[in-house]
């Protein structure tokens, strides 16, 4: 089962639809917005279940942050707590170790929270076209979707802009 809730985290289409305004994001379809920094440009959107992919400057370093959107029968049925009961480092450090070498896992804190929802928070490098790049992933369920905001950065910046990208997530919220 686990194994099947990854692919379909990974593979499963879905069509999103979203407004993208002065560092707003917000996506009625999804019921969820988020504010960045109102600087960051809008960065092409990687696949069909990416809601929002945007990135740029946070002091002297850059990053960049998405949202996808999954849909399934799969999250209909399995809540959050499943999830979290289900879900392993391993698990995500196979996937990582497709399109990155010598990934680590750094931080795996299945007691988080995300737009007041329990949430899945891990932290995890690899090197990806050379360079190491730091990922910061919060996921949770809730209505039958999977939401998975997640942060990018070069490993040496993502020290310095951790605390920042905390305060991006820390403004998602679910709409109704």
Known sequence: MKNLVIALWLLAPSILTGQEKNGT???APHEFALSYPVHWQSL?????????HVGG???????????????????RIMT????LKTVKAKDFLDVASISMTDVKMHRWEPK?????????MFVYSGILDG???CTLTIQTIKNGRLYTLGFNAPSDDF??????LKKIADSFAFQK
Not at 112 to 120: F, I
């Open 131 to 133: 360079a190491r790049q």
């Open 159 to 164: 020290p310095v802009m951790y605390l920042e």
């Open 80 to 83: 959050i707590v499943d999830y």
């Open 112 to 120: 988080y929270e995300l737009g007041g929802q329990p949430a899945l």
């Open 44 to 52: 092409p959107k990687l696949g069909g279940r990416m809601a929002v």
């Open 25 to 27: 994001f917000k996506s």
């Open 57 to 75: 400057s946070i002091g002297k370093q850059s990053a960049s942050m998405s949202v996808i959107v999954s849909e399934d029968e799969s999250f």
